[in-house]
């Protein structure tokens, strides 16, 4: 695994790889990996013949007031982890040279990035959505891997790659979750230890709304009741949202039908959480 920090570099290398037509998979991060980066990686070497990882925790998708001077940076372990799971190239790239100047072009998908995540971190998807371009720009013509945890980002990323006519193809993978059901993320580790035993109520509050929608309750609202109850009999949780929703344009359906979602987010303590899950409905 090589290691890179210049832009020119990694356009060269990837230049290259089109040239010899390889296929090369892209897994953007902010790092601090974690076994729900490992397995995007692992699809990622499985399907392509290249595999290029970026670490770079982007200063345009954090508001005011959150964490991105405490968000937890671990480069040492990150290039063991990337490196034990198939990287060809970990990307690593500095602020001042994906910001040189004050930035003043950037990219919003409009709607999908108003809702949810959206309300409450106001201008985080245009953080997230011109960042992923410029890196899609960086690596050229990819697949391009992004968990199912962030699902509004990965819609949003779907559509801004459809709207914009970039060449990736973009790829959802499941979330990967630990013993006891909690999303894997990065942010975790700020979660005390009492703070932790509670936080796999977003997940309890997911499988008890789905099993309502499979008991056949197809008003999204009386889901959501109950998943808003559930959180809120959580001491440590305060709710930020719970929604039951189209999972193509995350907006609150008259009745749920075809492919839904549930999303639900709360803070455990100060740590904002976030989960979400799916199914089909068929009639
Ligand atoms: O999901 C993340 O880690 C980030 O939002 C991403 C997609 C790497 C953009 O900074």
Redo the contacts with the bound molecule.
Sequence with gaps: MRLISSIEAVRRETLLMALERKRVGFV???GSLHDGHRSLIERAVKDNHFVIASI?V?PL?FGDGEDLDSYPRSIKKDKQIAEKAGVDILFVPEVKDMYPSEITTKVVVSKLSQLWEGASREGHFDG?ST??TKLFGIVGPCTAY?GEK?FQ?LQIIRQMVVDLNLPVKVVGAPTVREADSLAMSSRNIYLSSEERLAAPILRVALDEGLNLVRLGERDPLVVMALMKQIVESEPLAVLDYVAAVNAHNLQIPKMLHAEIRLLVAALIGKTRLLDNDGLTLTE
Excluded: E, G, I
């Design positions: 953007p991060t902010m770079f982007n998708q997230v960042v992923v992004f962030d980002q």
